[in-house]
């Protein structure tokens, strides 16, 4: 029964996945962005698989300005993943055949995050690797001493 189940969950990823090219508009913050597409709709989109620091949070704006020089304004790739209702799309973004996710964690702006994540083994390996480097080679966020991960610190935020 739990094959079956594992079976059904990767058909409904692959039947509700979706592909979207357009260009960046907007950065909200260092894992959200906005392509605007051919037909001029505008999709909200969450880079999959990093949680970068929010924006009134250490390193929060240096990790948006990061993700804007890697991609606003430019032609990029989305592969998304399942949409919920009112949530941006969570998908990996390409421009100029880079990963801007895995970019960001290069640069030590983001933390990889691997819960739910549709990466392979080798995409996983090198997103830790990417961070594991950032971490050792104190770049970004690393060069602090305890970086508060965004989930913690969103934890310690007054309820909207």
């Not at 929010?54 to 948006?64: A, T, V």
Request: proline letters at 4%; glycine letters at 8%; one cysteine or more.
């Amino acid at each position: 029964m739990h094959a079956l189940a594992v079976v059904l969950a990767l058909w409904s990823l692959a039947v509700n996945a979706e592909t979207v090219t357009g260009v960046v508009t907007r950065i909200a913050d260092g894992d959200t962005l906005t392509l605007v597409d051919a037909t001029s709709r505008q999709h909200t989109i969450r880079l999959a698989d990093i949680d970068a620091p929010e924006i009134g949070q250490d390193f929060g704006q240096q990790s948006r300005t990061r993700l804007s020089a890697l991609a606003f304004n430019q032609q990029a790739l989305a592969q998304c993943t399942v949409r919920e209702a009112k949530r941006p799309a969570v998908c990996l973004v390409t421009v100029s055949g880079k990963d801007i996710g895995l970019e960001q964690l290069r640069g030590g702006m983001a933390w990889y995050q691997q819960e739910g994540t549709q990466q392979t083994a080798s995409e996983r390996a090198g997103y830790e690797q990417a961070e594991f480097n950032a971490k050792i080679r104190r770049f970004g966020l690393w060069n602090s001493k305890n970086p508060t991960p965004p989930w913690e610190w969103r934890h310690g935020l007054p309820a909207e």
